[in-house]
């Protein structure tokens, strides 16, 4: 779409310009049309960090969700414990109520706890995720700036026939396209 948009101003560009091709505006067009497909890219991969970015924090929601659930598992067995081993403090029946007390103990240790282990490694796995993805988002939408603007600045300069402005456009984006290098790299 943004491709689209980009080759609709240098058409209405270009019939401004009288619908002649000095080398300026063939040197224009180029500039503007390499622009935009970069610009299309940009978009593409902006959308796609988004997208990674929802589900990294939905990810992060269930897998917290999931270790509350056991911290409340582990309180429940580690008060019924406390209570039967109390219970236990005396003799005969008491005495299975203290041995059931270490059946709860062991299974909060052999179960729980490398659940809950397991759980805060995903929760800070899905933060890492995250924040790599909007570190790439912000770099893709930086380079959708730079390279609407620097068409922009080509396309005028088609306009008012002025190379420097297509020097600028170009560097600007060029700048966009560095930001799209960064964004892939990070």
Do not use: C
Request: proline content about 1%; cysteine-free; hydrophobic content about 50%.
């Amino acid at each position: 779409m943004e491709a689209h948009r980009a080759y609709e101003r240098y058409e209405r560009s270009n019939e401004v310009a009288g619908g002649h091709f000095p080398r300026h505006a063939t040197s224009a067009a180029f500039a503007v049309a390499l622009m935009a497909a970069f610009l299309a890219v940009s978009a593409f991969l902006a959308n796609k960090a988004v997208k990674e970015v929802i589900t990294g924090e939905t990810h992060r929601a269930d897998a917290t969700s999931r270790l509350e659930s056991n911290l409340l598992k582990t309180d429940v067995i580690e008060g019924n414990a406390d209570l039967l081993r109390v219970l236990g403090a005396g003799g005969g029946k008491e005495a299975a109520a203290a041995a059931e007390a270490r059946q709860h103990e062991a299974r909060v240790a052999k179960e729980l706890g490398p659940a809950d282990a397991r759980l805060r490694e995903e929760i800070h796995g899905d933060e890492h995720h995250v924040d790599s993805y909007e570190d790439k988002h912000l770099s893709f939408e930086l380079a959708e700036v730079g390279l609407e603007v620097g068409i922009v600045l080509a396309s005028v300069s088609i306009i008012v026939r002025r190379r420097w402005l297509l020097g600028i456009g170009s560097a600007v984006g060029a700048a966009g396209v560095v930001a799209l290098a960064v964004g892939l790299l990070v």
